[in-house]
């Protein structure tokens, strides 16, 4: 199984997109929403509980990590790659930022995210170590994650609010865009009408997606040990706020929660 987890339900856009690339592995989701929102919280909160969801998925028997929430990916998965050496863990930074670099032709890279991803400067951090000439422009746009929760995808006041956190980034002629976060795919359409067709958006949870295919396909021998087939379980801490709109946002169809706060 292919454990992967988040802070609630945004991480079934990172699961969708696994889909697209994997679709026959067994998925075993961890949605946190007994104690969400990550975005806001501290780095110490944040380490701490995807150290215990780790080490629970672990016992669930899945033979890799995907840390699906950005603001985990953020704060945490240095200490998570330290303490849990024998497995494979995936972050959402570093795909992105390769894909970005791969991307961006002025060099002017824009990142945007929640409070807590946005502090850390994981993005940037990744990104000048990979090309010391990049600029980066980032903001955190924390009315994104209730909005998406919302399902006001395409609503005017969601433009209106995504026009006053972007347009600021759209002035500094940014042409890449880093969604740094498991919620803004769902606003990527809106986003692109606000910051224009000449700048490039990256999807985190997709560059993940293909990094992960590649990395199976060049390790048979963990790719053997995962299970394959259909039985993907989706559990949350607390009962998640309207999953079915997310789920069909994400899947065309509803998924079942299994609701069972193991901490
Ligand atoms: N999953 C979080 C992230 O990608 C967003 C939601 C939250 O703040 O918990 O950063």
Known sequence: MIGIFDSGVGGLTVVKEIFKYLSDYQITYFGDTARLPYGTKGANFVIRYSKKITRWLLKKGVKIIVVACNTSSAWASDSLKKEFKNIPIFEMISPAVKEAIKTTRNKKIGIIGTPGTIKSGAYKKKLIKLDSDLKFFSTACPLFVPLVEEGWIDEKVTKEIIKKYLL????????????GCTHYPLLKEAIAEVIGKKVKIINPAESLAKKLKEFLENRPEVKNKIKKGSKHKFFFSDEPYNLG???????????????KDPF
């Open 245 to 259: 709109k997310i789920s069909h946002l994400c899947f065309n169809k509803r998924i079942k929660p299994i609701i």
């Open 168 to 179: 600021p980034l759209k002035e500094k002629n940014i042409d890449t865009l880093i969604l």
